[in-house]
């Protein structure tokens, strides 16, 4: 009988993204979901790979970055890996300035990038945004160089693939051996809660829409509230609403509307492009607002990685690999704001 070194519960980002790490490393790998890759939150439309502000720096701020300068070559492997692309593509990101208070921060936004970042990204002040740009009040924009674009569902698929190839099982059910990852999203973080007592963390309902507009290879654009990303394959994914209260957790409605027609308001290349699909989703989000990684508290031979809300395919890449050598090497480079444990009651 095949042993199993690692079994990973949750076919989202996390999950795929630290089985893919642990099977490069030699791991004999089990994924189990019960309705296949990217079925929860990480099969959603809209991949803006988007960091944050270069300023006030955290070590969730400096994981991000890590993580979002690892991506290019990660995603490649993976893409080389599986055959199949994720839709990946570094062209940056760029976001109207809507009055001079804004321009001020912006620019010295500029000066700390250079502080931050170094020579690996750029943040500046400029004005011209570009073919795609949106309507910007001062004339002015944020240019970014660091934002990236996937396909989340194309990228879970790619991710599958690459498991396999490197002799990993996707299954929809199977028993548990070896350590046991839990990435299981909004599921896991109602278990945990109901486990300790305390709310560990919540489920957000966002809501996305796809458009069929070939806007070509330019960079995304986050205006009004709204991300608008241009995907390889000749659509415009714009989200998303964050509800946290919220009945159906797949329905559309207004709110959606509401942000569609913001977009189309912004950027008005979209004014007459159709929508193709709309989508729902509750993305999880621990009560720290980080990604929770590490030992599961009380549980030996158990680890968690969970919380991604917004961020989750962008901190995919550095996840994957600090929880491979958590687990596989015993070597714990996980961020102390980052840690399970202390969410836990004490």
Known sequence: MTRIDVTVRGAGAFGLGIAWACARRGAKVRVIDPFGPGAGSSGGLVGALAPHVPENWTAKKQFQLDSLLMAADWWADIETESGLSAGYGRLGRVQPLADERAVALA?????????????????????????????????????????????PRKACLALAAAVRALGGEIVTEGSEEGVILHATGIAGLEEMSAEVGCMIGVGVKGQAALLDYDAG???????????????????????????????DPTSTDAALDEVIAAARAAVPALADAPVIERWAGVRPRSRSRAPMLGAWPGRPGHFIANGGFKIGFGMAPKVAEVMADLMLEGRDIVPEDFRAEALWPK
């Open 107 to 151: 620019r010295g936004r500029e000066i700390t990038a250079a502080e931050l970042w170094g020579d690996k990204a750029e943040w500046r002040v400029v004005e011209d945004g570009g073919e795609f740009a949106p309507l910007s009040p001062t004339g002015l924009y944020v240019h970014d160089t660091l934002s990236a674009r996937m396909h």
């Open 217 to 247: 290879p330019v960079p995304q654009v986050f205006a009004d509230g709204v991300h608008v990303v241009p995907h390889a394959d000749s659509t415009v994914a714009i989200g998303s609403t964050s509800e946290r209260e919220y009945g």
